[in-house]
C-alpha cells in the first residue's frame, strides 16, 4: 500500500520569499514521485518528478524537490515566491500497480 | 503536441440519470487513467485503461465504467447518478504502463448532479 501527506493545507508566503511544500510518502516498493500543479478551474500540470535517478530534481518554474529516502520526504521548494505561483500543488506517489496515490493538496496563497 | 482533451467540459444532469464522459490522450500515449476530484475526498482513482484493458481499478461503486477504444481514446460511464458524483473528473494519458511514465491531465469535466 501506499500514502502521502501533504503536511499543510494552506501555506502563505510574500512574493519574493521561499516556498516551502512538504510531503511525506510512504510505499512498500521504491516509488517514482511527481508533484503537480492546479490553478483554479484546470487540470493538473506536472511539475517535476523523481524516478530514482538524482535525488534534487530540478522542474518548472523555478521549482525543484529533495527526494530522502530516510526521511520518506519530497519536499518542493522555491527560492522566490511569484504572484503566479498561487495555486493548488499535490504530491504524487506512484508506485504498486501504476496507480497514482495523491496527497490531500496544499493551497499556496502569495501576498503581494 | 495536442494535449489531453476531455469533453464534455461542463455536465449537469439529475439523480438517477447515466452520463459519458470522453477523453482524448495525446497522441501516442496509451495508457489513459480517470480520477475523480471533490472538496472532501480530494483527488482518487477510478481505474486505469491500457492497449484498451482495464488494468487497474480503484474503490468505486460498479455505477463507474469505462472502455478505451483502439485508438486510445477512452469514455467514463457512470450510471443511476446520485448528488454525491457531482465532481470534477479528470482524465490523464501516459506513454505507457511503467510506473516512471509521468501522466498528462486533461482539463476535466465538472459534472453536477441535481
Known amino acids: 500500500a501506499q500514502s502521502v501527506t501533504q503536511l499543510d493545507s494552506h501555506v502563505s508566503v510574500s512574493e519574493g520569499t521561499p516556498v516551502l511544500l512538504r510531503c511525506n510518502y510512504s510505499?512498500?516498493?521504491?516509488?517514482?514521485l511527481f508533484w503537480y500543479v492546479q490553478h483554479p478551474n484546470k487540470g493538473l500540470q506536472l511539475l517535476l518528478k523523481y524516478t530514482s535517478a538524482a535525488t534534487l530534481v530540478k522542474g518548472i518554474n523555478g521549482f525543484e524537490a529533495e527526494f530522502k529516502k530516510s526521511e520518506t520526504s519530497f519536499h518542493l521548494t522555491k527560492p522566490s515566491a511569484h504572484m503566479s505561483d498561487a495555486a493548488e500543488y499535490f504530491c504524487v506517489v506512484s508506485g504498486t500497480g501504476n496507480m497514482l496515490t495523491f496527497g490531500g493538496g496544499t493551497r499556496l496563497m502569495v501576498k503581494p | 503536441k495536442a494535449g489531453v482533451t476531455q469533453t464534455p467540459r461542463y455536465l449537469i444532469k439529475t439523480r438517477g440519470q447515466q452520463v459519458t464522459l470522453s477523453c482524448s490522450p495525446i497522441?501516442?500515449?496509451?495508457?489513459v487513467s480517470w480520477y475523480q476530484q471533490t472538496p472532501g475526498q480530494g483527488l482518487q482513482f477510478l481505474f486505469e485503461?491500457?492497449?484498451?484493458?482495464?488494468?487497474n481499478k480503484g474503490n468505486f461503486p460498479g455505477r463507474f465504467s469505462g472502455r478505451q477504444f483502439s485508438n486510445s481514446r477512452s469514455e467514463m460511464n457512470v450510471s443511476t447518478l446520485e448528488l454525491g458524483d457531482s465532481a470534477l473528473y479528470l482524465c490523464?494519458?501516459?506513454?505507457?504502463?511503467?510506473?516512471?511514465?509521468?501522466?498528462?491531465f486533461g482539463p476535466g469535466t465538472r459534472l453536477t448532479v441535481t
Open positions: 497522441s501516442g500515449h496509451r495508457s
Open positions: 485503461y491500457f492497449s484498451e484493458t482495464q488494468r
Open positions: 510505499s512498500s516498493y521504491s516509488p517514482s
Open positions: 490523464a494519458s501516459r506513454l505507457a504502463g511503467g510506473s516512471s511514465y509521468e501522466q498528462y
